[in-house]
C-alpha cells in the first residue's frame, strides 16, 4: 500500500462557484456561523451544493435589487464550506458554514440565478516583520479592553480570538465582530495586505472605544441622577417620620393643604361651590407632588382661595365730600359731575351698594380714564383698570377652561384677586375697539359681564364656578357709540364727555396741566409764568383737538427745552468760575448769564457765601412758543370759509370732537351725471344723491334753470381731504347748499355754517352732536349757525359762553336754509 498525504481543503477549491448573494453584511475568512437562507433560488444552489462538494461563494450585494445579477455584486467574497443543512417550515433552509478564503470574479459563467462565476482565489500578503507582530499584540489588547467592558462579546468570542494565531484571521475575526458599516468591512475583506488590513481594523477598534467611553460616561450620569433621587425620596421619607415623631407638619404639600383648607372653611360655602372645592382639595391632598395634573389644581384652588368671596361692607361716603373730590379734579364737564353725583345720591338714598354701569363716551383726551379714578376715589373704593382696545379672544373675559395649558382666568376674576373686594369700581377702556375673530367675540362675553340681571351668577371658563360680581362699579369707556354692538350698548347708561373749547382749555391748563409738566420736567413754579394769551396762542395754534392730550404735550416740549437751558447755563456759570477761581486763586463771584433774543428775564440769586448757581425765570410769550413748538399748525386767522359759488361749510361729528366741511360743487360739459369724491361713507354719499335731485328739481321748478342744462352738463361734488374717511347723516342741507350756490352762480352769506340732514321732500331732520360742532363752529370764528328745528333742545345743554357771539338759526325746510344762505 503506497503513502497517501492529507492534503488541506483550501487548496484543492473548484475554479468555479456557484454564488450566494448577501444582503446584510460580508463574512470573512476563518469564520463558523450559521446562515439562513429564505429564497427558494438560493435554497435550490445550496441543495446541489450539498449533493456536490459543498462549497458555495458568498458575495455582498453592491446594488440592492430583488432579481440580483452577477453585476449586482462586488468583486471580493468568501468561499465556505457547508457544513450542515437544516431544512426549515417555511421552505428555507438553515446552513451552517465554515468560510475557508477570499477569491474574486473573473468571469461571469451564469449571470442570473443561480448565478455562477469563475474565481480566482486570493491569499493574504504577508510581512513577516516585528511591526505585524507589533500590531497583532495591539489588536489583541484593544479587543480585550472592549469585551471586558462590552457584555456583547461572549466567552467564546474571547477565546476564539485568543486562539488564533495568524494575523490576517486575527484581523478579519475582529472585523466581522465590530460593528461598523458593511462598506467598510467589505474594504477591508478586499484588502490583501496583512499589515494594511490589520492598521484599518485597529482604527475602528479605537472608534468603538470613544462610543464606549461615552457610552459608560451617558450611564454614569443617568445612574448619578437615579441614585440622587432615590436619595432624596429616602431623605425626605426619614425627614417626614422625624416631623410626625416631633408633631411638625410634615410636608410642603400638607402645609399647603392645610393653608387651603382654612382659607376657604372660613368662607364657608355652600351647595355646588362648596362639593367643588371639597372635591378638588381631596384630590390634591392625595395627588403625589411630581405629577403634571398637581400644579394645575394647586393653581385652581389658589384661584378659589385668592378671591373676595365675603359680602362687602355697607357703604359710608359723603354725598358733598364726593362732589368735592370731583370739582378739584376736573374742570368743567358740569353734566358730567351732575350725572354722577346723582348715581351717588341714588345708592346712598337706596343703600344699595349693588354695582353700576356707567358709559363714558367723549373725543381723546377729555378725561374718561382720570374721570374713572376720581369715581372711585369719592366712593373710597379700589380702582381697577383694563383696556379691550384690539381684543378678539371672548377667554380674555370669562377665561380659558382647565383643559388648556397654561389656562388662567379672564380679566374681571383677576382684577378681583388683585384688589382683594367684591365691590371695586372697574374700568373697561376702548370698548368701541373690541374685534372678532375664530377665537370668539369678546363684546358678546361681556354682555353677560354687565347685565346686572345675570352677573350675580357670573361663570368664568376657569373657575367653573357661580361668582357675585354684581356688586363691581362698572365705568366703560368708548371715543364713540357706532362700533359698540346694540344688545351691549342697551345694558349701560350712556354719560357724554364733550370736547372742551379754548377757554376750558385755559382753565385746564392754569390749574393742572402745567403744573404737572413742570412737576414732570424738574422745574418749579416759580420759574415758569404763562400769560393767558400764551395759553389761548397754544390751545389754538397748535392743539386744537377735543382734548387737552396734545396741549399737554406742548407744554412738555417747552419745559424740556427750558430745562435743557437751564442744565446748560448753570455748567456754563460753574466752568467760568471754576477758571476763575483757579486763575485767581480763590472763589469769585458769578456773573449773570445773558440770552438774547428769547423773552427770559435771568437773575443772579443771592446766596449764602460758597454756594454758586444761577436762579432763572421765563415769561412765555408768542415769540418763545415758537421757537420751541415751531410756526403754528392752524395759524391765527385761518378759517375755512366759502368765498365763492358752488361752495358751503359744513359742521360735522368726529370721534376726535366737532369739525368743519367744506363742500364744493362745479359743473363740466359733458354727459348728464353725477361724480362724489372725497372719500364718503355710504350714507354720506346717499346724501348727495338726494341733495343732486333735490338740488334739480328746485333749480328747474324755482330759478328758471332748464331740464336740458342738466343733461349737458356733469356735476362733481368733493369735500377737501380726500384721504380722511368721511360719513354720517348731518350733511345733506350743506350739500344741497353748494349744489344751488354753483348753479346760481351766487356765493353764499359769509361767517355762515350749517349741519342738518336733507330729505327727498325738502325736509330737514335732526342730527347728533351739536355741542361739539357748535364748538368747532366758534373755532371756526362763524357768526351764523344753521340747526335743525328739532334740535333746539340740544341748545340749553351748551354753556352761554360757547354760544356767546354766535347767531343760531332753527329751520324745518330747505327753503328756509336757501333763504338765510342765498337770499334773493
Known amino acids: 500500500m503506497s503513502e497517501q498525504s492529507v492534503v488541506p481543503i483550501d487548496q484543492i477549491l473548484p475554479p468555479k462557484l456557484p454564488l450566494v448573494a448577501l444582503m446584510g453584511r460580508p463574512i470573512f475568512p476563518g469564520i463558523f456561523t450559521p446562515i439562513m437562507i429564505g429564497n ?21 450585494l453592491a446594488n440592492e435589487s430583488e432579481t440580483p445579477t452577477i453585476l449586482d455584486l462586488y468583486k471580493v467574497g468568501t468561499v465556505a464550506k457547508i457544513v450542515k443543512k437544516i431544512n426549515l417550515p417555511d421552505g ?41 507582530k507589533a500590531l497583532t499584540r495591539a489588536l489583541i489588547s484593544e479587543m480585550k479592553q472592549i469585551s471586558e467592558n462590552n457584555p456583547l462579546f461572549s466567552e467564546e468570542m474571547r477565546l476564539n480570538m485568543i486562539n488564533i494565531d495568524h494575523p490576517g484571521k486575527i484581523a478579519d475575526f475582529i472585523a466581522s465582530i465590530l460593528n461598523i458599516d458593511k462598506a467598510e468591512q467589505q474594504k477591508i475583506l478586499e484588502v490583501l495586505n496583512v499589515r494594511k488590513r490589520m492598521e484599518q481594523v485597529l482604527v475602528f477598534i479605537k472608534k468603538e472605544q470613544e462610543l464606549l467611553r461615552i457610552q459608560k460616561r451617558i450611564q454614569k450620569e443617568i445612574n448619578e441622577k437615579i441614585e440622587k433621587s432615590q436619595r432624596d425620596y429616602f431623605l425626605k421619607e426619614e425627614l417626614k417620620a422625624i416631623k410626625t415623631e416631633l408633631g411638625m407638619t410634615t410636608d410642603a404639600k400638607s402645609s399647603e393643604y392645610q393653608r387651603f383648607k382654612d382659607k376657604l372653611d372660613a368662607f364657608k360655602f ?23 395634573e398637581f400644579i394645575i389644581t394647586r393653581n385652581y384652588l389658589d384661584t378659589i382661595a385668592s378671591l ?37 345720591a341714588v345708592r346712598k338714598l337706596k343703600k344699595d351698594s349693588k354695582g353700576s354701569i356707567v358709559c363714558l363716551v367723549g373725543p381723546p383726551g377729555v378725561g374718561k380714564t382720570s374721570v374713572g379714578k376720581s369715581v372711585a376715589h369719592a366712593l373710597g373704593k379700589q380702582f381697577f383698570r383694563f ?13 380659558h377652561r382647565r383643559t388648556y395649558i397654561g389656562a388662567m382666568p379672564g380679566k374681571i376674576l383677576q382684577g378681583l384677586k388683585i384688589v382683594k373686594t367684591k365691590d371695586p369700581v372697574f374700568m373697561i377702556d376702548e370698548i368701541d375697539k373690541m374685534g372678532v375673530s375664530f377665537q370668539g367675540d369678546p363684546a358678546s362675553a361681556l354682555l353677560e359681564v354687565l347685565d346686572p340681571e345675570q352677573n350675580n351668577n357670573f361663570r368664568d371658563h376657569y373657575l367653573d364656578l357661580p361668582f357675585d360680581i354684581s356688586y363691581i362699579f362698572f365705568i366703560v369707556t368708548a371715543n364713540t357709540l357706532d362700533t359698540i354692538p346694540s344688545p351691549l350698548l342697551d345694558r349701560m347708561e350712556i354719560i357724554q364727555l364733550p370736547g372742551y373749547i379754548d377757554t376750558e382749555k385755559l382753565e385746564i391748563a392754569k390749574r393742572y396741566l402745567v403744573p404737572k409738566s413742570l412737576t414732570k420736567n424738574g422745574l418749579k413754579k416759580n420759574q415758569v409764568k404763562y400769560t393767558r394769551e400764551s395759553l389761548m396762542y397754544i390751545a389754538n395754534g397748535y392743539a386744537r383737538e377735543a382734548g387737552v392730550r396734545n396741549f399737554e404735550k406742548n407744554l412738555d416740549k417747552i419745559h424740556r427745552k427750558l430745562a435743557k437751558q437751564l442744565v446748560e447755563a448753570e455748567e456754563e456759570a460753574q466752568a467760568k468760575a471754576q477758571d476763575k477761581a483757579e486763575n485767581a486763586g480763590g472763589a469769585q463771584p458769578i456773573s449773570p448769564v445773558t440770552n438774547e433774543g428769547t423773552a427770559i428775564e435771568k437773575k443772579a440769586e443771592e446766596k449764602p457765601a460758597g454756594e454758586k448757581g444761577i436762579a432763572e425765570k421765563f415769561t412765555i410769550d408768542k415769540k418763545l412758543i415758537e421757537k420751541h413748538l415751531g410756526k403754528p399748525m392752524f395759524p391765527e386767522g385761518q378759517v375755512k ?31 348728464e351725471g353725477l361724480t362724489l369724491t372725497g372719500k364718503m361713507g355710504d350714507i354720506m354719499k346717499e346724501s348727495g344723491t338726494i341733495a343732486m335731485t333735490l338740488a334739480r328739481k328746485l333749480g328747474t321748478e324755482r330759478y328758471g334753470i332748464e331740464a336740458a342744462w342738466f343733461e349737458k352738463n356733469h356735476i362733481h361734488l368733493h369735500i377737501p381731504e380726500g384721504a380722511t374717511p368721511k360719513d354720517g347723516p348731518s350733511a345733506g342741507i350743506t350739500m344741497a347748499t353748494a349744489l344751488l350756490s354753483m348753479l346760481r352762480n351766487r356765493t353764499i352769506v359769509d361767517k355762515l355754517v350749517m349741519t342738518g340732514e336733507l330729505s327727498l321732500t325738502g325736509q330737514v331732520l335732526p342730527i347728533g352732536g ?55
Open 270 to 292: 355652600e351647595g355646588e361651590v362648596k362639593e367643588v372645592v371639597e372635591q378638588e382639595l381631596e384630590k390634591f391632598n392625595l395627588m403625589d407632588p411630581n405629577s403634571g
Open 40 to 60: 427558494p433560488v438560493d435554497v435550490k444552489v445550496i441543495d446541489e451544493a450539498v449533493a456536490r462538494d459543498g462549497l458555495i461563494g458568498l458575495v455582498m
Open 308 to 344: 373676595p368671596w365675603s359680602e362687602p361692607a355697607p357703604e359710608h361716603f359723603d354725598l358733598k365730600v364726593a362732589q368735592d373730590i370731583l370739582e378739584n379734579d376736573h374742570y368743567g364737564l358740569k353734566d358730567v359731575k351732575s350725572r354722577i353725583v346723582e348715581y351717588l
Open 641 to 671: 370759509k366759502a368765498d365763492r359759488p358752488g361752495m358751503s361749510v359744513g359742521l360735522a361729528w368726529t370721534s376726535m370732537g366737532g369739525d368743519t366741511l367744506v363742500i364744493e360743487a362745479t359743473s363740466v360739459p359733458g354727459k
Open 770 to 824: 351739536l355741542k361739539e360742532k357748535t364748538v368747532a363752529a366758534r373755532r371756526n370764528k362763524a357768526r351764523h349757525v344753521i340747526i335743525p328745528k328739532q334740535n333746539l333742545r340740544d341748545l340749553d345743554d351748551i354753556p352761554d359762553m360757547v354760544k356767546k357771539g354766535m347767531e343760531f338759526h332753527p329751520v324745518e325746510r330747505f327753503e328756509e336754509v336757501l333763504a338765510l344762505a342765498l337770499p334773493d
Open 387 to 399: 383696556s379691550v382696545g384690539g381684543m378678539r379672544d371672548e377667554a380674555e373675559i370669562k377665561g
Open 92 to 132: 428555507g433552509v438553515n446552513i451552517f458554514i465554515s468560510t475557508l478564503k477570499r477569491f474574486r470574479i473573473k468571469k461571469s459563467l451564469n449571470p442570473v440565478n443561480p448565478m455562477v462565476g469563475a474565481v480566482e482565489y486570493l491569499d493574504d500578503e504577508e510581512d513577516d516583520t516585528s511591526e505585524v
